[in-house]
């Protein structure tokens, strides 16, 4: 069964205080990791996917990168605006092989920072 | 262009009733996803939809769940017999996948569905 753990649950950060977020996956077989951010009452907004172990992705202040076992979401400089929970996401092939495409979710990262 | 809208955005429903909720794809995907997000579980799949059929119904909790998909477009998820453990926040997602390689899903806002 696909796996996805984010850490930490919630992270509280000042303005211009980089940090990063980490999302563990176990999959069978991984088509696709993918990063969202949802912001309360929303629907989660598309950020990356990273498809390939080392591979990085970068928007604004923020770098997705990947490895066999993790991903990391590098926040750099962050802004209050950058406040959200942040998703992780994995697409692995359905248990006959075939990949419908469903996202398995880990349980996110509440992103806080202060002025 | 319009993203993903869904309907209502709240529905408030007693025990026992049946519920129908809407969600309407971005023009031209023919992938669409219902997921579920509750207090403390996350986001949930419930069910895949590539034009107007179902291969994957995999995450559907219950045989009280059932969703269809007319004319490649509006999808409507049907829970009969609400129970309160059905309250969540009911998410819809379109992607153009797999015509195009990546799997890119846009999600609508949601119907926060209360069950009293």
């Known amino acids: 069964e696909d796996q996805v753990t984010q850490s930490p649950e919630a992270l509280r950060l000042q303005e211009g205080e980089s940090s990063s977020l980490n999302c563990s996956y176990t999959?069978?077989?991984?088509?696709?990791l993918f990063w969202y951010r949802q912001d309360p009452g929303k629907g989660p907004e598309f950020l990356f996917t990273l498809y390939s172990a080392g591979e990085e992705k970068e928007k604004e202040r923020l770098k997705a990168t990947l490895t066999k076992k993790e991903s990391f979401l590098h926040i750099t400089a962050p802004k209050p605006e950058d406040s959200a929970t942040y998703l992780c996401?994995?697409?692995?092939?359905?248990?006959?092989?075939?990949?419908?495409?469903?996202?398995?979710f880990g349980q996110g990262t509440i992103l806080t920072v202060h002025p | 262009g319009a993203g993903v809208s869904q309907s209502p955005s709240n529905k408030v429903t007693e025990k026992g009733k049946d519920v129908e909720l809407r969600c309407d794809p971005i023009?031209?995907?023919?992938?669409l996803y219902w997921y579920r997000q509750s207090l403390g579980q996350g986001l949930e799949f419930l069910i895949y939809f590539q034009g107007n059929s179902a291969p994957d119904k995999s995450g559907l909790p219950s045989d009280r769940f059932s969703a269809e998909r007319t004319g490649g477009s509006v999808s409507t998820l049907t829970i009969q017999r609400t129970q309160q453990e059905d309250s969540a926040v009911y998410l819809c997602?379109?992607?153009?996948?797999?015509?195009?390689?990546?799997?890119?899903?846009?999600f609508g806002p949601g119907t926060r569905l209360t069950v009293l």
């Open positions: 997602a379109s992607s153009s996948w797999p015509t195009r390689g990546d799997n890119e899903q846009f």
């Open positions: 996401a994995v697409q692995a092939p359905h248990a006959g092989g075939t990949s419908y495409g469903k996202l398995t």
């Open positions: 023009s031209g995907h023919t992938a």
């Open positions: 999959v069978s077989g991984l088509r696709g």
